[in-house]
């Protein structure tokens, strides 16, 4: 059974910054890539930074230059670097992990909660 567990979530004002972790555990063989998502309230899940097991990366246009996505492999970790925030930034951000354990499975984790005050 592989789980991810996302923490740091919480209120920050804006400008400030916050540091997101995600980490795997179970019976992991290999993790692929890595990303995180976030969800406002009304609005869909979009994707904000992808990491790649080559330690490719990519990002939202509305949080180039501010996030940063970061991983440790010997950990299945993943984490999310967030400066600069700003009340727009404020979601529900979500861990997303292709995992290699038996077969290729798309894993998400419960979501942590940022919410950015003005």
């Known amino acids: 059974q592989v789980q991810l567990v996302e923490s740091g979530g919480g209120l920050v004002q804006a400008g400030g910054s916050r540091r997101l972790s995600c980490a795997a555990s179970?019976?992991?063989?290999?993790?692929?890539?890595m990303d995180w998502y976030r969800q406002a309230p009304g609005k869909q899940r979009e994707l904000v930074a992808a990491i790649t097991s080559r330690d490719s990366t990519n990002y939202a246009d509305s949080v180039k230059g501010r996030f940063t996505i970061s991983r440790d492999n010997a950990k299945n970790t993943v984490y999310l670097q967030m400066n600069s925030l700003k009340p727009e930034d404020t979601a529900v951000y979500y861990c997303?992990?292709?995992?290699?354990?038996?077969?290729?499975?798309?894993?998400w984790g419960p979501g942590t909660q940022v919410t950015v005050s003005s």
């Open positions: 997303h992990a292709r995992i290699v354990s038996g077969s290729v499975r798309d894993y």
């Open positions: 179970g019976n992991i063989f290999s993790t692929n890539a």
